[in-house]
């Protein structure tokens, strides 16, 4: 059975650090590209980060509203994908989601609520 289990939400001041982390089981890993989406309140869910599979390459590709502050990795060897998000703005504020595209069904995780607030 596939699932994505993410963890490392919180609330931060702006300009803080968070750092997400989804555990994927289920399925081979390594061979799917893996992406975090978000969804704040009243919004549609928005792509954030993505990173292609192993095979080709891990190539990332990022939403502009977070380029040069957030970052996605991914270790195959643990079958997790990260995303590091670093000088947080009360924008950021949402609930972040683990997806995996596999084959004609979009799976994600149950979402972690990050908050960014003074």
């Known amino acids: 059975q596939l699932q994505l289990v993410e963890s490392g939400g919180g609330s931060v001041q702006p300009g803080g650090s968070l750092r997400l982390s989804c555990a994927a089981s289920?399925?081979?890993?390594?061979?799917?590209?893996m992406s975090w989406y978000r969804q704040a309140p009243g919004k549609e869910r928005e792509l954030v980060a993505a990173?292609?599979?192993?095979?080709?390459?891990?190539?990332?590709n990022y939403a502009d509203s977070v380029k040069g502050r957030f970052t996605i990795t991914r270790d195959n060897a643990k079958n997790t994908v990260a995303l590091q998000m670093n000088s947080l703005k009360s924008e950021d504020t949402a609930v972040y989601y683990c997806?995996?595209?596999?084959?004609?069904?979009?799976?994600w995780g149950q979402g972690t609520q990050v908050t960014v607030s003074s």
């Open positions: 997806h995996v595209q596999y084959g004609l069904i979009r799976y």
């Open positions: 289920g399925f081979a890993f390594s061979t799917y590209a």
């Open positions: 990173i292609t599979s192993a095979i080709s390459g891990g190539s990332t």
